[in-house]
């Protein structure tokens, strides 16, 4: 039995150091929890629940263009 990818806890862990920051997840943020997503090379359950409960906490109104864009394209993508 394989070992069960223990990445979604530093996402969530990673997730809180940003918002506690600032209150908002700004672009470089979002790229760098993605690639903490992307280690192993895919986006899984417990990753894209992680993911999406991140994504739910952004003010759409807040958000650049460019995070917006980038936002949408993560959920096409990888079914946020």
Do not use: W
Not at 6 to 22: M, N, V
């Amino acid at each position: 039995m394989g070992e069960e990818n223990r990445d979604y806890l530093e996402l969530a862990y990673r997730s809180i150091q940003c918002f506690s920051d600032d209150g908002k997840l700004l672009l470089p943020e979002l790229n760098q929890l993605m690639d903490i997503a992307l280690k192993d090379g895919v986006v899984d359950d417990n990753e894209k629940r992680v993911l999406r409960a991140i994504l739910r906490r952004l003010v759409p109104a807040e958000l650049t263009p460019e995070m917006l864009a980038r936002v949408k394209e993560l959920q096409a993508r990888h079914g946020l």
